[in-house]
């Protein structure tokens, strides 16, 4: 009897959402938990990681706080479908940083038309092997100058805009300090640009673009504000299906608000989709700040540089 009772005791004491054998286990604790948000408040302020089981998951998660790993026990097989928190995204994170690794975001949409795998808001993210598909943003942030966004063996496919919303981009990063991209794939597009950054500093190396399957896309990579830093060792591919055809890259089309002088574009590779017929330029550019453009291979057909 008195076992009996010890044992209610333990399980009415035990914290709300946690299983044994839930999904979503807090690393350094060993909890488990039914659903995500509790593994997240769990944390709280603290610092911790999440394994999360395989499975397909209608369930998404905020952070208030706190610094979070969000890892896949096996990459790729943990899947995020069809559910936002906030109207916004999967993951929208605004504590002091977080991590995600081997995760897959798919079919992602909201009434504004900018629903993401993963809205950040605030502090350092980092994204590995993670996938982010036919939705409309991959990734979505608002602005912190002291942040860093890194993005590495990631895949962004078949997202932008959607005819049940007002327009988004694979990869859209706001007044944050840095974004760097390496090793990932950008495809599929679906309207607006690949990579939007507005981050004072650049780094996109080592990663593909390929809009051969493209429908109403714009930019491979748009700095609209200007910035510095480095696209290096990249594979371009100009697709047919562009709503705007006129560059790949392009440097402060909409206002230069900060310096890109010594923005190097370097050792890139662009080629044109079959049936491309139409003028394009590899960079455009809306500054009068000095560009360093060298090695890169370029198809008949792409000029270097068009000065707006």
Not at 50 to 76: D, S, T
Not at 107 to 134: C, H, K, Y
Request: hydrophobic share 40%.
């Amino acid at each position: 009897m008195k076992r009996r009772l010890a044992i209610l005791l333990l399980a009415l004491s035990a914290p709300a959402g946690a299983q044994g054998t839930g999904p979503f286990t807090v690393v350094e604790t060993g909890r488990s938990f039914s659903e995500l948000q509790a593994a997240v408040a769990a944390i709280g302020d603290g610092s911790g990681t999440i394994r999360i089981a395989p499975g397909r998951y209608a369930q998404c998660a905020v952070q208030e706080a706190g610094q979070i790993a969000f890892v896949a026990a096996e990459p790729g097989s943990a899947i995020f479908e069809g559910t936002t928190c906030e109207g916004k995204a999967a993951l929208v994170l605004r504590g002091r940083g977080a991590r995600v690794e081997g995760l897959v975001f798919r079919n992602l949409r909201v009434p504004d038309g900018n629903g993401a795998g993963i809205r950040i808001e605030q502090g350092d993210l980092d994204v590995s092997e993670t996938m982010f598909m036919n939705g409309q943003c991959g990734i979505l942030s608002a602005n912190d100058p002291r942040g860093t966004i890194r993005i590495d063996h990631s895949t962004f496919a078949g997202l932008g805009r959607h005819p049940d919303g007002n327009g988004a981009h694979s990869l859209y990063v706001g007044g944050y300090g840095a974004l760097i991209v390496t090793n990932s794939r950008f495809e599929r597009g679906t309207g607006g640009h690949y990579v939007k950054s507005r981050a004072a500093r650049i780094e996109v190396t080592d990663s593909s673009f390929d809009d051969s399957q493209g429908r109403d896309t714009n930019y491979m990579i748009d700095l609209p504000n200007g910035a510095t830093g480095r696209i290096a060792g990249n594979a371009f591919v100009q697709g047919t299906g562009k709503e705007n055809y006129g560059t790949l890259i392009a440097v402060a089309a909409e206002g230069a608000e900060r310096p890109s002088a010594g923005l190097v574009i370097e050792n890139n590779v662009a080629t044109l989709a079959p049936g491309f017929e139409w003028r394009t330029s590899f960079v455009g550019e809306w500054v009068n700040d000095p560009l360093v453009l060298r090695g890169n291979r370029l198809a008949s057909g792409i000029s270097e540089l068009t000065h707006h």
